[in-house]
């Protein structure tokens, strides 16, 4: 695969960093109980999906960059359950929930994408 020169050109990093941006904003108005329990996580696992795959990215090598966009889709994963979750305990309102939900969805069709194109 021709890799891009810097990881922020890559599509998916781009909208992960929305995403991430995202969860941030939309967990501001979490139950002052949740600061360190769900809002965290929720945070906490979106910022590792554009981390990973920066980190990917820099370790020069597909298999490498493989395991790191497995990572990322694993992150993806992870914040949706969280999201879901919030979202049935009230935390987060549908819309709110909805929009993240669906810009994780995004991230992780990016994502599978990247590596489908990786394995050939």
């Known amino acids: 695969m021709s890799r ?37 996580q929720i945070r906490r696992s979106a910022v590792s999906v554009p981390s990973n795959i920066a980190d990917g990215h820099g370790r020069l090598a597909d298999a490498d960059l493989r395991k790191f966009l497995a990572a990322a889709r694993g992150s993806v994963y992870e914040m949706q359950t969280q999201v879901e979750l919030a979202k ?27 590596l489908a194109v990786l394995q050939n």
């Open 4 to 40: 891009t020169r810097n990881y922020r050109d890559l599509l998916v990093w781009q909208k992960a960093m929305e995403l991430a941006r995202e969860a941030y904003t939309r967990t501001e108005e979490f139950p002052a109980s949740e600061t360190f329990g769900l809002r965290q």
């Open 88 to 114: 049935d305990l009230k935390f987060l309102n549908s819309e709110n929930a909805d929009h993240l939900l669906s810009l994780s969805t995004e991230v992780a069709k990016l994502t599978n994408g990247l």
